[in-house]
């Protein structure tokens, strides 16, 4: 177990570096900083000499190793834009990014598992039908498209919920909620359904496949056979059954979520990490684009590997399969 | 799964026996006992019918700047009060005739799509044979690089390229390489999973004996890879890439949308929604509303084929 | 950390940030964000303007948009005609509680016009200051030169004292890789103060109880929120979710207005909108640049359907310019504002004529975030140049990407907005854009022309005391510019504000600048 833990980090710190590679050359070799960071007067003097400042004539190795050690330490530079720490600007609009996804993950437990379990349980049923239906119109929708239906209707039309913003918040430290103010709460209301749409589908889709496969399980027609109530079989034991890959599938989806949460937040203008990262790529301000792919990748391939542990420890078997794949 | 090999190794059947085996096969009975699959197949066939046919049968050219002419700009849909022929759906604010762009517009995410699924299932398929073929350090190479690929989620690698590209290139080649830059930026989160899969299956068949036995009678490494593990592996990869064409499909119109895929003056699905976005309000909703249901439409199409596809090819499910 | 201990930290460190008391806020939904904190960090006249309810300058401009006292109370122009003595106001205090004296013009001024600040060009004659006594300060210039007070309208004072403590003496420079103090803090004697700022997301502004002035507003607090999508900021505002926005899309007004709890201001801008040609030897292409001749030019010019235009695109809102400054300019004169008439036709003959090749390629840049419907009207050229036979190449991106080509000669034609703030005078377009690049003169001249003639009746209207002659001189340069069709005006674009019912008095000026200063909203809303 140990040695499988060691080669799980160790293939979690290669794939950072070489994240961070991909990142640093975005960040050196795309557009030259020095044009981006003077202002029209300056002189070739001032060029030359801010080049040696930034380090930029150092080899490639030298600037690399440097760029991953500041990285580490959380220091990414300063944003071309807003001439503020880019570490500092993403700490701020972390909560909001998170609290968006935290609520669209809850959303998509909460109505993906019972959808799932009715459609498998009820097969072919009229309501099942149309819960398969819904699901395959829920992930043929771009995410977009559905921001957009929802501010017109329930913000234009009807005019019950925000089209923008988080409302109200709340620093706490240095986290700013959202959760704890009536107009915040308000706010995260279509920002997260939008943003949940597709995950919802996923995790009904994936509880419907796993609960096919366990009703047919030999234990589950035995509990049957002994008389236990249908219902409770299915709901009880066979749910159960049928929960961890769902934790798994939700684990693994946080980082595609809080990359996906880039669309939202445009539609929604969602003061987020998203939103910061597509300002930042049109107006090529390379710090911001490189810190926030470094940042989700980070929790993109910690959450993978807390998984594939846990798994490990779960079932022994999976310790030595290298060649299971995840995508 | 091993005694389907001679039935698909090109040594014995003619072109047309194919096609009988195709009528007689549980894959056809099964589509024709599957209306909604014959529906999403009749709707795809239309929707691409329409646009490829889109120069001949549409009013304008959207992408031709001398066609579009202002004072036809924001005439609403025919069947709304000022509506004018032969602006069915209506126009933009350029004049630009909302059913032709549409259509065009469909051209261009199809194409996309499909191109970038091929490109991803070309690099992946080639990459996976030799990975599980050769193992050793190529076999470590590739996984590796996949690896990487993976831990960063797929829209943003694809949207990294995309503005890098655009950040880079001079405007003059930036609007004739968008469509191939698209191309490139959505297969290339995705070949990895073709990879991996075929890898699986290579590694497993490059132990059987009549590998090893072609081996030594020194057949070419590409032949056994293509004639004797390729055609092991392509159900399930064949329901993968239709899977991952409605999601490039998404894709490329989820770029758009924010503003790094296709230029304005030749939009595709996405960009038209977000052009028409701004007019949400205006009264103008005929600019966002039916490029946003042509774009459904395509996607939901194509995922009811994939889906059936998976159900019908899954002798679990059966 | 339990449950419990996090309730009892909410209780303790919670800061309440979106309270809605009985006060007077005011929820300003801008089309994009504020650059920074420090007025002098951007050459950028929204970021100047925003900061204006914190920093202010020793003139400003009063409702008629005349110039009046603000920080200095009087002036005079000593006897060498190049040395100006203000006499400053006794008793403002920074925000900070420090008095404001003769050393915080001096330290401003310096830290304005040093050599790395994007504002220099702000303040084109001004050689050096000096500290006379507490409340005296002596400017010196590199000549006679009528519009000081003009320029001293945008220059806003710090406190030299807290750009000591915070090593904020020199502008921010981002190359030296570390954030400036005064970009994230601030402190002036303005009517407000910042009290909170995330950039992108939300800045608050609350009222100064100290201000020297008496204030002729209510509020208590701006959140000013940038709302880039203008679909949403009209949901915002219909849904009531911020109550006022100083750009609402004339696209929208009819339904902004038909809404029973909006109210629209509508008016004209001084904001004059041109297009630029570029006067080097070759294109972006590498082909010979055929615009250097004036016939070229005149085709483009009458290329333009400036009516259809007006119409469609800016919905009847803007109006026609012939002239490359606003009629309520000081210089405009109405011989100036003649209009070419639109004739594609003649457009081709000139074209041929000049040996133009058909479909002669070039680029067109324009900005995504710049003029009213900017996107639009560029599309709309492009293709009414195309239709006599050219090949526009559209470029649209936003100002931060745009702005290096243009500077740096990367691109062909290209839009510019000039609104001749803060002079509010012909002389400002006539040094900025139209003199040849030299010093502080033609900044804004990205094409590269250079007409020594002209040059010669810009400088001696810049040295010219005379308030008569110094107008007549700049009209004749003004002539000279639409003789030589060196830009082509298009427009004065549309202003267009919008309140919701809470807000009672919302002044329009027609240098599209907010002044909240001059707001009040309905008591009790």
Redesign the interface.
Known sequence: MIAFLLKRTA?AA???L??AL?AFV?FRF??DP?????????TLQDRIE?RE??GLNDGFVTQYTRFVTNAVQGDF??S??????VMV?IK??FPATFELVLVATVISLVVGIPAGVITAVYRDSRLANALQLGS??G???????VG?LL??AF??SL?WL????????????WW?TGL??P??RAALVLPAISLSTFQVTLVMRLVRAEM??TLRADYIKFARARGVPTRRVQWRHALRNCLMPVITLTGMQI??L???A??TE?V??W?GMG??F??A????DLPV?AAY?LI??LI??VL?TLVDITYAWVDPRLRDDS?R??? | MDNTIPQTTPAAPKRPSRLTLLRDSDLWHSFRAHPSAIFAAALLALVALTAFLAPWITPQNPYDLAALELWNSEIPPIWEAGGQWPFVLGTDTQGRDILSAVLYGSRISLIIGFASVLLALAVGLALGLVAGYFGGWIDNVIMRVGDVLLSMPFILIAILITAIASASLPTGLKDVLAAPILIVAIAVPSWVQYARTVRASAMVEAKKEYVQAAKLIRVKPWRIMLHHILPNCLTPILVAATLNFGLAILSEATLSFLGVGMPPDQPSLGTLIRIGNQYLFSGLWWIVVFPSIQLCLIVLSVNMIGDWLRDALNPKLR | MTLRHLLLATAAVATFSGAAQAENVLKWGANRDIGSLDPYSFGDSFTINVLNHVYEGLVRYNKDLKIEPALAESWEILDDKITWRFKLREGVTFHNGNSFTAEDVVASLARVSHETSPLKGNLPAYVSSKVVDDLTVDITLNGTYPLLLNDLTNIHIFDAEWMTENDALMPTDVGAGTEGYATYNANGTGPFIVESRQPDAKTVFVVNADWWDEPQHNLDRIELTPVNSAATRVAALLSGEISFTNDAPVQDLPRLAAAPNVEVLEGVDLRTVMIGFPFRETLTTGEPNPFVEKPVREALYKAIDLDLIQQKVMRGKSRNAGATVAPPIPGYTEALDELPGYDPEASKALLAEAGVPEGLEFEFNCLSDGLVNEEQFCQAIASMWSRIGLSPKLDVAPRAVQSPKRTNAKTDIYTLGWATLPLLDSYSPLLQIFHSKDGNAGVFNWGGWSYPELDALIDAAGSELELEARLALQTEALQMVKDEIIMIPLHQQPMAWAVTEGVSEMPLFPDAKPRLWFARMAEGS
């Open positions: 293939n290669f794939v950072m070489a994240v991909l975005i795309f557009g020095v044009e981006m960071m003077v202002n029209e007067q300056a801010l400042r930034l530079g300063v071309y834009r807003n001439q503020q720490d600007l701020e609009r395959i119109i992930v043929s929708l771009p995410s977009f498209v957009i501010i017109l913000s234009v005019g925000p089209a923008f913003g988080r409302g109200a918040t709340v620093d706490i430290g700013s704890l103010t107009s915040g096919l496969e980082g595609n809080i990359a996906f880039l669309v445009t929604f203008q003061p939103m910061l597509i300002q790529v049109t107006f090529v684009m792919l989700v990748s993109f391939v993978n060649a794949g995840n995508g």
